[in-house]
């Protein structure tokens, strides 16, 4: 008899352990201060998983000398996608077609090749943006401008167009343009948020 009830506690512990590892585990619930301090969480919910919070981090970026917060949704070069899927540890989707979109469509991302460390897709100084929401020429669709430092060792935090322009003037740095489009919507700007 207790033979027997150690072989049905065992068929019991055996099929609750079996039962155990073929279920889902729960989706961890991460949380953390993305670039930019806006918390994150996904939190388990009932018989499927419910995402509160930003689905796709912000960045940290500057337009009109002032901070700004930024997301990456699409871009129209694949190496460029993965680059940015890979900085920021969500998906962004390749979409060719962004490169036909006409310049009336397009702002400029100015993104930092070399110089200052920073939160940057290349590591350095976070992105300089300009037509910023708030005025009648704001689209989230930006045509992509690589600035590199003649002189590394020169290199200082630039927060505007303006400061940008003036670098590359004084023969400070250069500005190339690969035709990469990315769709990069504001969601903090001075006077405004999503």
Same mark, same amino acid.
């Given at each position: 008899m207790a033979r027997r009830r150690l072989g049905i506690l065992a068929v019991a512990l055996f099929t609750a352990g079996v039962i155990s590892a073929c279920s889902i585990a729960p989706t961890p619930t991460p949380t953390g201060q993305p670039m930019g301090g806006v918390p994150m969480t996904m939190q388990p919910g009932g018989m499927g998983e419910t995402v509160k919070g930003p689905i796709v981090p912000p960045v940290k970026g500057y337009a009109e000398g002032l901070e700004i917060l930024f997301?990456?949704?699409?871009? +129209?070069?694949?190496?460029?996608?993965?680059?940015?899927?890979?900085?920021?540890? +969500?998906?962004?989707?390749?979409?060719? &077609?962004? &490169?036909?979109? +006409? +310049?009336?469509?397009?702002?400029?991302?100015?993104?930092?090749?070399?110089?200052?460390?920073?939160?940057?897709?290349?590591?350095?100084?976070?992105?300089?943006?300009?037509?910023?929401?708030?005025?009648?020429?704001?689209?989230?669709? !930006?045509?992509?401008?690589?600035?590199?430092?003649?002189?590394? !060792?020169?290199?200082?935090?630039?927060? &505007?167009?303006?400061?940008?322009?003036?670098?590359?003037? !004084?023969?400070?740095?250069?500005?190339?343009?690969?035709?990469?489009v990315v769709n990069m919507p504001f969601v903090k700007w001075a006077g405004g948020q999503r």
């Open positions: 997301i990456h949704t699409e871009a +129209s070069d694949p190496q460029v996608a993965k680059l940015l899927t890979d900085m920021m540890g +969500s998906p962004v989707l390749v979409v060719p &077609s962004l &490169s036909h979109a +006409s +310049s009336v469509m397009l702002a400029n991302v100015f993104v930092f090749t070399n110089g200052i460390k920073g939160g940057g897709p290349m590591g350095f100084q976070p992105d300089v943006f300009d037509r910023p929401p708030g005025g009648p020429d704001y689209t989230p669709l !930006r045509a992509l401008n690589l600035v590199t430092w003649k002189d590394e !060792r020169a290199a200082q935090e630039l927060n &505007s167009v303006s400061e940008v322009r003036a670098a590359e003037s !004084r023969g400070e740095v250069t500005i190339s343009l690969p035709g990469v």
